[in-house]
């Protein structure tokens, strides 16, 4: 069983930052790898990043890549998500997501590998 937190979310302008942060606890940290996926109003969720269980790969969707950082800190059981050059489109809101399997060796963009999610943290980007 695995419990994730996120925080971090708000109201920012175009082209501002903000980072996301997701705390887990449960089950051992380091043994399964993490995603965020964000869902906006009236449209279906969408993958936006993910990152292996060592945090050695990293996938991201093409909408977000160049722009978001996905990180993690196994000391610190958390998950991040910076976020930069925000722009209108990214308004949603993003969950962080646990994979069901460990050590898995790919990275998955599927929301049906993670068994594991938040409660969400709401991102409005405004112009």
């Known amino acids: 069983q695995v419990l994730l937190v996120e925080s971090g979310g708000g109201l920012v302008q175009a082209g501002d930052s903000l980072r996301l942060s997701c705390a887990a606890s449960?089950?051992?940290?380091?043994?399964?790898?993490l995603g965020w996926f964000r869902q906006a109003p009236g449209k279906e969720r969408e993958f936006v990043a993910a990152?292996?269980?060592?945090?050695?790969?990293?996938y991201y969707a093409d909408s977000v890549k160049g722009r978001f950082t996905i990180s993690r800190d196994n000391a610190k059981n958390t998950l991040y998500l910076q976020m930069n050059s925000l722009k209108l489109e990214d308004t949603a809101a993003y969950y962080c997501?646990?994979?069901?399997?460990?050590?898995?060796?790919?990275?998955?963009?599927?929301?049906?590998?993670?068994?594991?999610w938040g409660q969400g943290t709401q991102v409005t980007v405004s112009s």
């Open positions: 990152i292996s269980w060592s945090g050695g790969r990293t």
């Open positions: 997501a646990a994979d069901v399997q460990s050590f898995r060796v790919a990275v998955s963009r599927e929301s049906r590998d993670y068994g594991y």
């Open positions: 449960g089950r051992t940290f380091n043994t399964y790898g």
